[in-house]
């Protein structure tokens, strides 16, 4: 017990000073200034950071890998959507492709007419 006596006198005499020491002891790691300005900001920039990746990627998705997202644009099908144009909000022109032959329809509200039919051309031969 004498050999404890001088660690318990000098813990209680550590505790006497602390507490009538007005400098406070400082955390080696706490901030004391207001950081949550720049938290937000780092909040905030990561979330647009992985709000621009995720678009990123769905872009990337849909580009080269089309199937995924659309089957028919996987490989070689037989129709093909060449262009389509609207003339008025209930009237559509589309100029399909459909196994080499060109096909204009034109689309109203209710139905679907063939307006003309380009015929399949082959090539001229020329033997000499």
Same mark, same amino acid.
């Given at each position: 017990?004498?050999?404890?006596?001088?660690?318990?006198?000098?813990m209680? +005499?550590?505790?006497?000073?602390? @507490?009538?020491?007005?400098?406070?002891?400082?955390?080696?790691?706490?901030?004391?200034?207001?950081? @949550?300005?720049?938290?937000?900001?780092?909040?905030?920039?990561?979330? /647009?950071v992985?709000?621009? /990746?995720g678009?990123?990627?769905?872009y990337?998705?849909?580009?080269?890998?089309?199937?995924?997202?659309?089957? !028919?644009? +996987? #490989?070689? +099908?037989? /129709?093909?959507?060449?262009?389509?144009?609207?003339?008025?909000?209930? !009237?559509? %022109?589309?100029?399909?492709?459909?196994?080499?032959?060109? %096909?204009? %329809? #034109?689309?109203? +509200?209710?139905?679907? !007419?063939?307006?003309?039919?380009?015929?399949? !051309?082959?090539?001229?031969?020329?033997?000499?």
């Amino acid at each position: 017990m004498v050999a404890l006596a001088p660690l318990f006198t000098g813990m209680t +005499a550590d505790a006497n000073t602390a @507490s009538t020491d007005p400098v406070e002891q400082r955390i080696p790691f706490k901030k004391t200034e207001d950081a @949550s300005a720049g938290l937000l900001a780092r909040v905030v920039g990561g979330l /647009i950071v992985a709000a621009l /990746i995720g678009v990123g990627g769905v872009y990337l998705l849909k580009r080269y890998l089309p199937s995924l997202y659309h089957p !028919t644009f +996987a #490989g070689s +099908a037989r /129709i093909k959507l060449l262009e389509a144009r609207r003339l008025t909000p209930k !009237t559509m %022109l589309f100029l399909i492709e459909l196994d080499g032959v060109q %096909l204009l %329809l #034109g689309q109203s +509200a209710d139905h679907i !007419t063939l307006l003309y039919e380009q015929p399949r !051309t082959t090539p001229a031969r020329h033997d000499d």
